[in-house]
C-alpha cells in the first residue's frame, strides 16, 4: 500500500465496481481496494447478454451520455486488444418494431452512428426500427474475467466479504464507492432499488447481427451473437426475485425469437444453458457524493443502472472519478486524532508543549 496516495475502498466486484476500480487506479493517485460479497462468474453481470444499447435506465440524457463515453472506451482502449483477450467484438444492431416509431430514442443525439433503418435493412414482419453500426457485444463471463485481471494488474485487490454496515469500510479509507447493484436495497437501505428479472438462453449458433423486437418492453425476443455463442432473450420481470430459470420462460422466449426470422426456430437452435439475473432497476441511476461523518468521509454512490451497467459502465467509471476529485477536495481533515487521547498523557509528561485536545 502506497501511503502516499488515497485509500480507496470500492464496495462491488460487477461490471460497475471493476470498470470504476480501473479508472481510479490508472490515475496513479489512489489504492483502491474492492470488497464484495460475490465474485465474478457469481454476479448480475455476469448473467447478461451482454451488448452495447441503452435499455431499462433513466435519466435518458445522462444515459445518452454515459453510453456514447463507454463506446469511445471500448474503442479506443477495448477492442483493439482483440477478442481473445477481452471477448469483445463490435457488432451492428438492429432494434426492430411491428408498429411505426416517430420519435427517435431521447438518448441517440449522443451516438453518432445511430439511424432509423433502411426499408431494405428490414426483416419480414416489421415495419420500422432503429440500427447502431458499431456497437459491441461480449461475452460476459471472458469480459468480467479480463475487468478482474485487468484491475489486479493495475495493483487493485480484491476481497471477498459482505458489508453489513456501510460504517464499517470508513474505518480504513476515508472514501468509499458503492457499486453494490441491488444489493443497495439492505445496504443502505434504498428502497427505490428493486430486481427485474431477466432470463436468457445460450444457444450454439453465432449470427452477424444482432437483433431485438423492442414492441413490448416487458415480452422481449432478442438475438445477441457473441464470439464463442449466441444468447437469446428475454424477460423483464420486475419485483421477481426468482434466480431458477423458468420452463415457461424458455419456452416463451423460442416463440419470442422464431417470430423475428425462420432461421431462430427450435428446430435450427442447440440449446447449450439458461442463466437467469436481477437487474439493478431504479427510476434514476444513482452516481453522487455522500458526505458521511461530519464531511470526514466521502460515499461515492454508482448503482441502480437497470439493463444498460455494460453500455453505461465506462461513463459512470469516469464520472466517479470526477466526484471522488470533487469531494476530495472538500473533505474535512478529522481533527479526530487517530492515536487514542489517554497515550497523549505520556507526550504530555515529557514535553509542556504538548496541547490535548478532548475528544
Ligand atoms: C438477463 C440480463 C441481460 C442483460 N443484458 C445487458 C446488456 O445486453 N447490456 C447491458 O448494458 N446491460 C445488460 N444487463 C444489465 C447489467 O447486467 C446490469 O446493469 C449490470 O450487471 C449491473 O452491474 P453492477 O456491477 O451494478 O451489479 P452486479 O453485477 O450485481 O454487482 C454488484 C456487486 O456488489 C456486491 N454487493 C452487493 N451488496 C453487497 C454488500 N452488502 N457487501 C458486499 N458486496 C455487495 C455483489 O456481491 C456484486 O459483487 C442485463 C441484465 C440481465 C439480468
Ligand atoms: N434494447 C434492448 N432490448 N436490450 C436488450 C438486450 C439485453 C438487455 O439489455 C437486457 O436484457 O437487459
Given at each position: 500500500m502506497n501511503i502516499h496516495k488515497k485509500d480507496i475502498i470500492i464496495i462491488g466486484c460487477g461490471c460497475i465496481g471493476l470498470s470504476a476500480g480501473v479508472i481510479l487506479l490508472k490515475t496513479g493517485d489512489y489504492n483502491v481496494k474492492i470488497w464484495a460479497k460475490d465474485l465474478p462468474p457469481n454476479t448480475t453481470s455476469n448473467k447478461a447478454a451482454a451488448l452495447w444499447y441503452p435499455f431499462l435506465s433513466e435519466p435518458l440524457d445522462k444515459v445518452g451520455r454515459w453510453s456514447q463515453e463507454t463506446m469511445d472506451y471500448f474503442k479506443k482502449e477495448i477492442i483493439p486488444l482483440g477478442v481473445e483477450k477481452t471477448g469483445t467484438l463490435t457488432k451492428k444492431v438492429y432494434e426492430l418494431y411491428r408498429t411505426p416509431r416517430a420519435q427517435l430514442p431521447?438518448?441517440?443525439?449522443?451516438?453518432?452512428?445511430?439511424r432509423r433503418m433502411k426499408k431494405e435493412e428490414m426483416l419480414d414482419g416489421y415495419i420500422d426500427g432503429f440500427t447502431v453500426e458499431d456497437g459491441f457485444v461480449m461475452d460476459t463471463d471472458q469480459y468480467m474475467d479480463w475487468l478482474v485481471e485487468s484491475f489486479k494488474a493495475l495493483g487493485g485487490s480484491i476481497d471477498q466479504r459482505e458489508v453489513v454496515?456501510?460504517?464499517?469500510p470508513f474505518i480504513y479509507a476515508d472514501i468509499v464507492i458503492n457499486c453494490s447493484g441491488l444489493g443497495a436495497r439492505e445496504l443502505i437501505g434504498d428502497r427505490l432499488v428493486y430486481p427485474s428479472r431477466g432470463q436468457i438462453i445460450v444457444v450454439d449458433n453465432t449470427r452477424d447481427i444482432s437483433l431485438m423486437d423492442e414492441e413490448d418492453e416487458y415480452q422481449l425476443g432478442y438475438v445477441i451473437p457473441r464470439v464463442h455463442n449466441s444468447v437469446l432473450g428475454g424477460t423483464n420481470q420486475q419485483h421477481n426475485y426468482n434466480l431458477e430459470p423458468s420452463k415457461k420462460d424458455t419456452e416463451e422466449i423460442l416463440d419470442r425469437v422464431a417470430k423475428i426470422s425462420p432461421q431462430f426456430e427450435r428446430k435450427n437452435l442447440k440449446i447449450l444453458g439458461e442463466k437467469v439475473g436481477l437487474r439493478p432497476s431504479r427510476y434514476s441511476i444513482r452516481l453522487e457524493n455522500e458526505f458521511m461523518q461530519d464531511g470526514r468521509k466521502l460515499l461515492v454512490h454508482n448503482y441502480?443502472?437497470?439493463?444498460?451497467g455494460f453500455t453505461v459502465s465506462w461513463g459512470c467509471a469516469l464520472d466517479t472519478l470526477k466526484l471522488v476529485r470533487k469531494g476530495a477536495d472538500k473533505l474535512k481533515t478529522s481533527n479526530k486524532s487517530d492515536v487514542p487521547w489517554y497515550s497523549l498523557l505520556n507526550k504530555r509528561r515529557s514535553s509542556s508543549s504538548c496541547s490535548f485536545v478532548n475528544d
Open positions: 431521447e438518448w441517440s443525439p449522443f451516438v453518432p452512428s445511430f454496515d456501510i460504517r464499517e441502480g443502472h437497470g439493463g444498460s
